[in-house]
Every structure is written in C-alpha cells, then in structure tokens.
C-alpha cells in the first residue's frame, strides 16, 4: 500500500476542516493524485470516499474505473480545473492560478531588511471552543509575556470565550470570522502589521511548553534575527531536517532551514506582508504550500544568509491531537472538500515556484549536550 504523503499528514491538521465547501477542481468529484505525483491529478468519482492510488482503490465504490488515479488518469475526457466530470484527469496547468510572482521572472531582491526596532510580537490565532482548554493555556502566557493577542474565533465562539475568561478583555483583537487561517492573515493581520515586529501565527492545536521555555524560544528568535522561524513540536507529523542530518547532530538546539511549517511560523512582519501577497495566488483558498517555498524566496528576497533566513528552535512545544496516520488521513480526506482546493493551492504553488521548493536542509547552528528530550 503506498505510504500517505507524510507532509500532507502534517497538514491534514491545520484549521481547515470545518469549511465544507466545495471548492477546487472536483466540483463533482474527488480530486486526488497518482502515486502522489501532484503532476499527475485525476477527479474519481465521488462514490469512491477517497480518491487515493493504493492496492484497495479497484474495491472502492465505483471500481477501478471511477477509484483508482492510475485508471482514471487514462481516460480521454479531461476535466478542467473548474470541475468536469469525473472520472476524468486534470490537465491544467494551473493557468487559472495567477502567483503575485512569476518564478519565470528575476527574483527581485530588497536590500536588508534593518534590525527590528523594537521586539513586538503579535499572536495570532484562528480559535475554536474544541481546543479552548489549550487556547485558555496559550493566552495567559502570552498576555503574560506581554505579547499581543489576536483572535479569530473561526466557528463563532467569540461571545462563549468572552464569557468564560476572564483574559478576555485583554485580547487586543477579536472576531468571529468563518474563513481560512490564510484569509485571516491576508485580510485581517496584514493591513494591521506594522505596529509589530513579528507575527506568530499559530494553530489553537500547539500547546504551549512552560513561561520559561516560550521566553526562551522567542529570546532565540529576538537575537539571532531570523526572517522566519518556529520551535520545535512534539507530535508533528513534519520532520523538519533529514533523520540524517539529525543522527550527525543529536544535541542540536538551533538549526538553519530550508523549511517552517505553516503551524507556528514567527514571522518578521514586513516578511509575512511580502510572501502572503506575492507568493500566494489570489485565487488560492489555503497557504498550503506555501511553506515549501517560503524560506528559499525570502532568503533570495531580502538578501539574507541560509543562517539569517529560516531557524528551528528546539523547544517543548506539543501538538495536542496526535493523529494516527491513516485514519487521519481518510477521516479529513472524507469529510472535508477544502482539502481539495487546498491540495489544488498546493499543486499550483509548486507548479509555479518549483524552483523555489524546499530540500529540507538543515544544518545546526548551536547545540548543547543537555538538549531535554
Ligand atoms: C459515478 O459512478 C456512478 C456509477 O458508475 C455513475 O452512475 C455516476 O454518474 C458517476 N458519477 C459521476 C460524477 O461521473
Ligand atoms: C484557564 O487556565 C487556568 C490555568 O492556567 C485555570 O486555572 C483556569 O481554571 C482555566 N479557566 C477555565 C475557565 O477553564
Ligand atoms: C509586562 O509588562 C508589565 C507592565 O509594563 C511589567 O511589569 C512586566 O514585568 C512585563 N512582563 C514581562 C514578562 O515582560
Ligand atoms: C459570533 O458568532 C456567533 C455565532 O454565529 C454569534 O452568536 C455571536 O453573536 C457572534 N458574536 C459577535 C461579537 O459577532
Ligand atoms: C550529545 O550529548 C551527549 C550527552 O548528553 C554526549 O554524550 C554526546 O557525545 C553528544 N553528541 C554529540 C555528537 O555532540
């Protein structure tokens, strides 16, 4: 059986799930991929659950012909990226998704960013009442840290945890606001950004390790001046450097990436303005991807040094739901259609910035021998 894609594993987590909507190039299908090749993307038929090329699809609902990417891909009839009917293959090559920022054309380069005047960080949170017992935890350490708090209440919890905690009133922003964390950060965070030097944009899923660490972890990020970074999360599905890389380093404590996930990026404000508006399409739903290439563009950008670009921090922060891979994997392929159109933003990212896409290299910049485990 062909292994899930892992880095769609990590994903397949973010807030993203309780927007149904049908968006994406399946309208009536399931879109999917063969052999995982984003390259190579079929619409299956709907009856099929999942659209997924392991040994079981040909007993799907709907046989081989309508479940199987390996099949469907040989069918004449093409579907378009604004839905066809499946079966069928897409064979767009995401025309209809316009990148701020052609790879064809010359990076063009800032001159270095100046040093931050000051440290003002903000906290940005798509919430839910599902993960309020984590959210409760985060925000009192934030606010007590002095870090601004933002939140966007994505399934309309806002007058619930105004009720229930009495932080509340110290939120600086709050709104229920049913979207996309992409479209939270594009249409609310970016107008608002320059009164930060950072923006931490996290999932209400991340929980926060003791005061000490989270001030230790942003004490990193504060003087070592990354462009972006994150800590490490226990439990994420992402491997952010090669099992290798991390066997000839195991006290490693910082590393220089090529690589941030997209769970709880800490992000140099006018850095997170620059690639939410150039490198994502406007018509993409999700960042999906966007993380994959992030690292390599800004660090050609704004003119910085595979040191000075991407950071991981090790630190003790946990993903709360540890999601066993194949039943993750099918229970949001399932039941959510925005994962198509956020594999769909995925595919055309890469489509698009294929040079820009990450190798995952890594290399350690600090380690220490008590490194906790
Ligand atoms: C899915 O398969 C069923 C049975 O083969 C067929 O009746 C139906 O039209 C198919 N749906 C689509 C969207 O092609
Ligand atoms: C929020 O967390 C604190 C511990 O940090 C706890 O004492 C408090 O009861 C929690 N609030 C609610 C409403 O659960
Ligand atoms: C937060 O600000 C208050 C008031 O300005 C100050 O007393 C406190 O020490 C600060 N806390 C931290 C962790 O910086
Ligand atoms: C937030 O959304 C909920 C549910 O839709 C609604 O009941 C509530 O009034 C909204 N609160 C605000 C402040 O908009
Ligand atoms: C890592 O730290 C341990 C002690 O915790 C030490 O024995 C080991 O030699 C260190 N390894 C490297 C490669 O530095």
């Known amino acids: 059986m062909a292994p899930p894609p892992p880095r769609l594993l990590g994903w397949a987590v973010v807030l993203l799930v309780w927007c149904a909507d049908a968006l994406g190039p399946c309208v009536d299908g399931l879109l999917g991929f063969y052999k995982g090749a984003e390259n190579a993307a079929v619409c299956c038929n709907a009856t099929c659950g999942v ?4 040994e079981i699809c040909g007993r799907r609902r709907g046989g081989k012909h309508n479940c199987c990417p390996g099949v469907v891909r040989r069918v004449s009839r093409t579907c378009s990226a604004t839905g066809g009917r499946a079966p069928c293959p897409i064979r767009s090559k995401c025309k209809d998704w316009r990148p701020a920022l052609s790879w064809r054309a010359p990076y063009p380069t800032w001159k270095p960013l100046p040093a931050p005047r000051a440290f003002r960080v903000l906290v940005f949170v798509p919430v839910g009442r599902k993960k309020a017992v984590i959210v409760n935890d985060t925000c009192k350490k934030a606010l007590a840290l002095n870090l601004s708090v933002w939140l966007a209440h994505y399934d309309g919890s806002q007058d619930w945890y105004a009720r229930t905690y009495s932080w509340y009133p110290r939120v600086s922003r709050a709104f229920n606001y049913t979207d996309f964390k992409a479209n939270y950060v594009r249409n609310e965070v970016l107008p608002r950004v320059e009164a930060f030097s950072h923006v931490w944009v996290l999932d209400d899923d991340v929980r926060w390790p003791a005061m000490d660490a989270v001030a230790a972890f942003l004490g990193v990020v504060r003087d070592e001046r990354p462009l972006i970074a994150q800590p490490t999360i226990r439990g994420s599905w992402q491997k952010l450097v090669s099992p290798e890389q991390d066997r000839f380093a195991p006290n490693c404590t910082v590393w220089a990436t090529d690589f941030v996930e997209v769970m709880a990026p800490i992000i140099r404000a006018p850095v997170l303005a620059d690639v939410y508006s150039r490198l994502l399409s406007t018509t993409s739903h999700s960042d999906w991807g966007l993380d994959m290439v992030w690292c390599a563009y800004a660090k050609r950008r ?3 040094t595979s040191t000075t670009t991407c950071l991981v921090v090790d630190a003790p922060f946990r993903k709360a739901d540890r999601v066993t891979a194949r039943k993750g994997y099918f229970k949001f ?13 995925k595919r055309c990212l890469k489509h698009n910035l294929r040079p820009l896409w990450t190798t995952f290299h890594g290399r350690c910049l600090r380690s220490t021998p008590t490194r906790p485990r």
């Open 51 to 54: 659209c997924l090329s392991d």
């Open 302 to 304: 704004f003119g910085t």
């Open 333 to 345: 392929y399932q039941h959510s259609y925005s994962t198509q159109a956020s594999l769909w933003d």
